[in-house]
């Protein structure tokens, strides 16, 4: 089946600006996470939906960043007033969740870069 | 929170060699450790994991140990071959993978042919 999508691909935006990111699951995945990954660098988590719970934003670096996830499917991800250092590799990944295996399945990613 | 240190950050290897790499966590409540291996300018896939009910998993090349007393895993790949080249990352979870998951710092593998 498909595996999780992401668009776009690639974002050039200037420095300033707001930009959004989408994440789609894989269908029937109750559990949908972010990560950035800086160049040449590991994964950093950001923010995970699982089902209706309240999402964990713990990893979310300011109030610049927002996640969103509707209909338990999609999510967006919006970085308002976008700086340099938030260039970088934006990873979705999705599992099954509700205690069965948590198998993380990944995105291709979108490669955010700031001008 | 959990931390994860990974060693070494960069390990060329024989090919048909074996290759080692090793990850330690703090937090004692973590019981989901994955690997995953992404390759240049592709997104990171598991290769194999492990719970902590179990001290080894064993895929054909691959192996994984576990040692909860000292809070430490690694990674065995036997028979190295030039497509094993690619960075690897260690990763540690609790509640069996469904929380989020914090990385090691890659492992930069390289196949010498």
């Known amino acids: 089946g498909a595996g999780v999508s992401q668009s776009p691909s690639n974002k050039v935006t200037e420095k300033g600006k707001d930009v959004e990111l989408r994440c789609d699951p894989i269908s029937g995945h109750t559990a949908l996470y972010w990560y950035r990954q800086s160049l040449g660098q590991g994964l950093e988590f950001l923010i995970y939906f699982q089902g209706n719970s309240a999402p964990d934003k713990s990893g979310l670096p300011s109030d610049r960043f927002s996640a969103e996830r509707t209909g338990g499917s999609v999510s967006t991800l919006t970085i308002q007033r976008t700086q340099q250092e938030d260039s970088a590799v934006y990873l979705c990944?999705?599992?099954?969740?509700?205690?069965?295996?948590?198998?993380?399945?990944f995105g291709p990613g979108t490669r955010l870069t700031v001008t | 929170g959990e931390n994860v240190e990974q060693h070494p950050s960069t390990l060329s290897v024989q090919e048909g060699d074996s290759a080692v790499i090793k990850c330690t966590y703090s937090d004692s409540a973590s019981n989901y450790f994955p690997w995953y291996k992404q390759e240049l300018g592709k997104r990171p896939q598991l290769i194999i994991d492990?719970?902590?009910?179990?001290g080894e998993k064993k895929d054909q090349r691959i192996a994984v140990t576990l040692n909860k007393t000292a809070k430490h895993f690694s990674l065995h790949i036997t028979e190295t071959q030039p497509e094993d080249s690619a960075v690897y990352f260690c990763?540690?979870?609790?509640?069996?993978?469904?929380?989020?998951?914090?990385f090691g710092t890659g492992t930069r593998l390289t196949i010498i042919p």
């Open positions: 990763a540690a979870s609790t509640n069996f993978g469904n929380e989020k998951l914090t």
């Open positions: 492990i719970r902590s009910n179990v």
């Open positions: 990944a999705s599992s099954l969740g509700g205690g069965v295996s948590g198998e993380q399945y």
